[in-house]
Protein backbone atom coordinates (compact mmCIF):
# COMPACT_ATOMS: atom_id res chain seq x y z
CA UNK A 1 0.00 0.00 0.00
CA UNK A 2 2.57 2.23 0.93
CA UNK A 3 4.70 1.92 -2.00
CA UNK A 4 1.38 2.88 -4.27
CA UNK A 5 0.73 5.39 -1.88
CA UNK A 6 4.05 7.10 -2.84
CA UNK A 7 4.26 6.76 -6.71
CA UNK A 8 1.22 8.56 -7.55
CA UNK A 9 2.01 10.30 -10.32
CA UNK A 10 -0.40 13.39 -9.95
CA UNK A 11 0.57 15.59 -12.86
CA UNK A 12 1.68 12.35 -15.27
CA UNK A 13 5.66 12.51 -15.39
CA UNK A 14 5.60 8.81 -17.04
CA UNK A 15 7.07 7.48 -13.53
CA UNK A 16 4.37 5.60 -13.06
CA UNK A 17 4.80 3.12 -16.27
CA UNK A 18 8.18 2.73 -14.76
CA UNK A 19 7.14 1.85 -11.33
CA UNK A 20 4.42 -0.44 -12.48
CA UNK A 21 7.46 -2.89 -14.44
CA UNK A 22 9.64 -2.11 -11.69
CA UNK A 23 7.24 -3.56 -9.17
CA UNK A 24 6.31 -6.58 -11.18
CA UNK A 25 10.53 -7.27 -11.26
CA UNK A 26 11.28 -6.36 -7.39
CA UNK A 27 7.66 -6.46 -5.74
CA UNK A 28 9.26 -6.11 -1.97
CA UNK A 29 11.65 -3.22 -3.23
CA UNK A 30 10.19 -0.99 -0.19
CA UNK A 31 9.91 -3.55 2.26
CA UNK A 32 13.65 -4.41 1.37
CA UNK A 33 15.10 -1.44 1.66
CA UNK A 34 13.44 -0.96 4.40
CA UNK A 35 15.60 -4.18 6.28
CA UNK A 36 19.13 -2.70 4.56
CA UNK A 37 17.99 0.74 6.46
CA UNK A 38 17.23 -0.98 9.89
CA UNK A 39 20.41 -3.43 9.30
CA UNK A 40 22.76 -0.94 8.96
CA UNK A 41 21.78 2.64 11.29
CA UNK A 42 25.54 2.95 13.51
CA UNK A 43 26.99 5.87 11.17
CA UNK A 44 24.78 6.62 7.86
CA UNK A 45 25.34 9.14 5.24
CA UNK A 46 22.76 10.75 3.58
CA UNK A 47 23.38 12.43 0.22
CA UNK A 48 20.78 15.25 -1.12
CA UNK A 49 21.73 18.33 -3.67
CA UNK A 50 19.94 18.52 -7.46
CA UNK A 51 20.53 21.93 -8.33
CA UNK A 52 18.39 22.64 -11.77
CA UNK A 53 19.68 24.14 -15.04
CA UNK A 54 20.22 26.34 -16.20
CA UNK A 55 20.26 28.95 -13.18
CA UNK A 56 22.34 25.78 -11.31
CA UNK A 57 19.96 26.79 -8.14
CA UNK A 58 18.92 23.55 -5.80
CA UNK A 59 15.71 22.10 -5.30
CA UNK A 60 12.98 21.89 -2.82
CA UNK A 61 12.71 18.03 -3.37
CA UNK A 62 15.57 16.11 -1.52
CA UNK A 63 16.30 18.14 1.53
CA UNK A 64 12.98 17.83 3.38
CA UNK A 65 13.03 13.72 2.67
CA UNK A 66 16.93 13.61 3.70
CA UNK A 67 15.92 15.69 7.01
CA UNK A 68 13.28 13.52 7.51
CA UNK A 69 15.53 10.38 7.19
CA UNK A 70 17.97 12.05 9.53
CA UNK A 71 15.54 12.81 12.37
CA UNK A 72 14.54 8.77 12.14
CA UNK A 73 17.72 7.50 12.30
CA UNK A 74 18.16 9.64 15.71
CA UNK A 75 15.25 8.18 16.64
CA UNK A 76 16.37 4.76 16.63
CA UNK A 77 19.38 5.13 18.44
CA UNK A 78 21.53 5.49 15.30
CA UNK A 79 24.20 8.35 14.23
CA UNK A 80 23.73 9.99 10.63
CA UNK A 81 25.25 12.73 8.45
CA UNK A 82 23.94 15.08 5.99
CA UNK A 83 26.26 15.67 2.42
CA UNK A 84 25.01 18.52 0.19
CA UNK A 85 25.17 21.55 -1.28
CA UNK A 86 26.14 24.98 0.59
CA UNK A 87 22.75 26.61 0.09
CA UNK A 88 20.42 23.61 1.28
CA UNK A 89 23.06 23.23 4.27
CA UNK A 90 22.72 26.60 5.66
CA UNK A 91 19.01 25.72 5.18
CA UNK A 92 18.88 23.30 6.96
CA UNK A 93 21.44 24.80 9.90
CA UNK A 94 17.87 25.44 12.46
CA UNK A 95 17.54 21.81 12.40
CA UNK A 96 20.36 21.10 14.21
CA UNK A 97 21.58 18.88 11.82
CA UNK A 98 25.48 17.04 11.67
CA UNK A 99 26.66 17.89 8.75
CA UNK A 100 29.80 15.87 6.51
CA UNK A 101 32.61 17.67 5.23
CA UNK A 102 34.88 15.36 2.98
CA UNK A 103 33.65 12.30 3.85
CA UNK A 104 35.66 9.24 3.84
CA UNK A 105 33.33 6.54 2.52
CA UNK A 106 35.14 3.62 4.79
CA UNK A 107 33.48 5.26 7.95
CA UNK A 108 29.93 4.71 7.23
CA UNK A 109 27.56 1.92 7.59
CA UNK A 110 24.91 3.02 5.42
CA UNK A 111 25.03 5.46 2.44
CA UNK A 112 21.71 6.98 1.14
CA UNK A 113 21.18 8.96 -1.70
CA UNK A 114 17.88 11.28 -1.87
CA UNK A 115 17.19 13.20 -5.43
CA UNK A 116 20.70 13.59 -6.52
CA UNK A 117 22.06 13.65 -9.76
CA UNK A 118 24.26 10.41 -10.90
CA UNK A 119 25.74 10.71 -13.85
CA UNK A 120 24.71 9.77 -17.70
CA UNK A 121 26.86 7.24 -19.86
CA UNK A 122 28.67 9.90 -20.84
CA UNK A 123 30.36 11.24 -17.59
CA UNK A 124 27.62 14.29 -17.31
CA UNK A 125 24.60 14.82 -15.17
CA UNK A 126 21.42 16.10 -16.88
CA UNK A 127 17.88 17.33 -16.17
CA UNK A 128 14.17 15.82 -16.70
CA UNK A 129 14.87 18.41 -19.80
CA UNK A 130 18.49 16.48 -20.96
CA UNK A 131 19.86 20.05 -19.62
CA UNK A 132 23.25 19.56 -18.30
CA UNK A 133 23.52 19.89 -14.24
CA UNK A 134 26.45 21.43 -12.83
CA UNK A 135 27.43 19.06 -9.80
CA UNK A 136 29.52 18.18 -6.94
CA UNK A 137 30.22 14.52 -8.47
CA UNK A 138 28.61 13.26 -4.73
CA UNK A 139 28.04 9.66 -7.15
CA UNK A 140 31.54 9.21 -6.41
CA UNK A 141 30.87 7.95 -2.89
CA UNK A 142 28.15 5.22 -3.85
CA UNK A 143 30.83 3.64 -6.70
CA UNK A 144 33.49 3.63 -3.84
CA UNK A 145 30.76 2.15 -1.15
CA UNK A 146 30.07 -0.41 -4.11
CA UNK A 147 33.42 -1.52 -4.41
CA UNK A 148 34.13 -1.79 -0.39
CA UNK A 149 30.65 -3.25 0.19
CA UNK A 150 29.13 -0.93 1.92
CA UNK A 151 25.34 -1.31 1.92
CA UNK A 152 23.85 1.72 -0.49
CA UNK A 153 19.91 3.49 -1.08
CA UNK A 154 18.82 5.86 -3.56
CA UNK A 155 16.00 7.38 -4.14
CA UNK A 156 14.62 9.49 -7.04
CA UNK A 157 11.66 9.81 -9.22
CA UNK A 158 12.71 10.96 -12.62
CA UNK A 159 15.80 8.46 -13.56
CA UNK A 160 18.76 10.72 -13.66
CA UNK A 161 19.51 9.89 -9.92
CA UNK A 162 21.62 7.76 -7.72
CA UNK A 163 20.23 4.71 -7.72
CA UNK A 164 18.46 4.51 -11.33
CA UNK A 165 20.88 2.25 -12.88
CA UNK A 166 18.98 -0.24 -11.13
CA UNK A 167 16.40 -0.05 -14.10
CA UNK A 168 18.41 1.85 -16.81
CA UNK A 169 16.68 -0.08 -19.70
CA UNK A 170 13.12 0.92 -17.85
CA UNK A 171 14.13 4.52 -17.82
CA UNK A 172 15.25 4.23 -21.24
CA UNK A 173 11.77 2.63 -22.63
CA UNK A 174 9.06 4.56 -20.23
CA UNK A 175 11.29 8.41 -19.78
CA UNK A 176 11.65 11.50 -22.24
CA UNK A 177 15.26 11.79 -23.54
CA UNK A 178 16.14 9.11 -21.19
CA UNK A 179 18.66 7.55 -23.51
CA UNK A 180 20.73 10.60 -22.53
CA UNK A 181 19.28 11.40 -18.96
CA UNK A 182 19.40 7.73 -17.67
CA UNK A 183 22.06 7.68 -14.30
CA UNK A 184 24.37 4.68 -14.65
CA UNK A 185 25.12 4.88 -10.96
CA UNK A 186 23.79 1.22 -9.23
CA UNK A 187 22.67 0.85 -5.33
CA UNK A 188 21.65 -2.48 -3.53
CA UNK A 189 18.12 -0.99 -2.95
CA UNK A 190 16.67 1.52 -5.50
CA UNK A 191 12.72 3.32 -3.61
CA UNK A 192 10.93 4.51 -6.78
CA UNK A 193 8.87 7.69 -6.00
CA UNK A 194 6.40 10.22 -8.01
CA UNK A 195 8.31 12.53 -5.33
CA UNK A 196 11.78 11.79 -4.04
CA UNK A 197 10.38 12.95 -0.81
CA UNK A 198 7.84 10.63 -1.26
CA UNK A 199 10.11 7.88 -1.03
CA UNK A 200 12.06 8.77 1.66
CA UNK A 201 9.08 9.28 3.83
CA UNK A 202 7.50 6.06 2.62
CA UNK A 203 10.84 4.50 3.80
CA UNK A 204 10.44 5.79 7.45
CA UNK A 205 6.56 4.69 7.39
CA UNK A 206 7.73 1.04 6.37
CA UNK A 207 10.28 1.19 9.54
CA UNK A 208 7.94 2.59 11.79
CA UNK A 209 5.43 -0.50 10.89
CA UNK A 210 8.46 -2.54 11.56
CA UNK A 211 9.55 -0.66 14.37
CA UNK A 212 5.67 -0.13 16.07
CA UNK A 213 6.62 3.30 16.93
CA UNK A 214 5.25 6.62 14.29
CA UNK A 215 8.81 8.36 13.17
CA UNK A 216 7.04 10.74 11.03
CA UNK A 217 4.41 11.59 13.73
CA UNK A 218 5.64 15.32 14.11
CA UNK A 219 6.82 15.86 10.61
CA UNK A 220 6.27 19.71 9.89
CA UNK A 221 6.76 19.78 6.27
CA UNK A 222 5.33 23.79 5.92
CA UNK A 223 8.48 24.84 8.58
CA UNK A 224 11.19 22.80 6.18
CA UNK A 225 9.71 24.58 3.11
CA UNK A 226 9.65 27.85 4.45
CA UNK A 227 13.21 27.20 5.82
CA UNK A 228 14.63 25.67 2.20
CA UNK A 229 12.83 28.63 0.34
CA UNK A 230 13.96 31.74 2.74
CA UNK A 231 18.01 30.25 1.51
CA UNK A 232 16.90 31.11 -1.97
CA UNK A 233 15.78 27.18 -2.92
CA UNK A 234 13.69 26.55 -5.58
CA UNK A 235 10.70 24.50 -7.03
CA UNK A 236 12.36 22.60 -9.48
CA UNK A 237 9.39 22.26 -11.72
CA UNK A 238 8.02 26.47 -11.87
CA UNK A 239 11.86 27.23 -10.92
CA UNK A 240 10.57 29.89 -8.18
CA UNK A 241 11.10 30.24 -4.34
CA UNK A 242 7.26 29.23 -3.52
CA UNK A 243 5.88 26.38 -1.21
CA UNK A 244 5.48 24.03 -3.51
CA UNK A 245 8.04 20.61 -4.60
CA UNK A 246 7.94 19.42 -8.35
CA UNK A 247 5.16 21.64 -9.00
CA UNK A 248 2.85 20.44 -6.06
CA UNK A 249 1.85 22.51 -3.40
CA UNK A 250 2.23 22.35 0.12
CA UNK A 251 -0.98 21.45 0.81
CA UNK A 252 -0.77 17.89 -0.73
CA UNK A 253 2.48 17.31 0.63
CA UNK A 254 0.87 17.37 3.78
CA UNK A 255 -2.03 15.08 2.75
CA UNK A 256 -0.12 12.64 1.68
CA UNK A 257 2.38 12.92 5.07
CA UNK A 258 -0.79 12.90 7.26
CA UNK A 259 -2.48 9.53 4.96
CA UNK A 260 0.82 8.08 5.78
CA UNK A 261 0.37 8.73 9.19
CA UNK A 262 -2.77 7.48 9.41
CA UNK A 263 -1.98 4.26 7.85
CA UNK A 264 1.22 3.93 10.37
CA UNK A 265 -1.15 4.51 13.26
CA UNK A 266 -3.80 2.03 12.40
CA UNK A 267 -1.86 -0.85 11.66
CA UNK A 268 0.63 -0.20 14.90
CA UNK A 269 -2.76 0.12 16.74
Request: include cysteine.
Amino acid sequence: MIAHLINTDIYGRDILEVYLEYRKQNFNFLEDAKDLFLKNLDNVLIVTCFPIPPMQIVETDGPPGALALYKAIEKLGGKAEILTCEKIRRALNEFKVNFAENPSVEEYSLLISVETPGRAKDGRYYSMSALEIKMPPFDELFLKARELGIPTIGIGDGGNEIGMGNIAELIKKYIRFGEKITSIIEVDELILAAVSNWGAYGLIAQVSLEVKENLLKNWDERRVLEALISAGVIDGVVKKPQLSVDGIPLELHKNLITLLNSIIESRIG
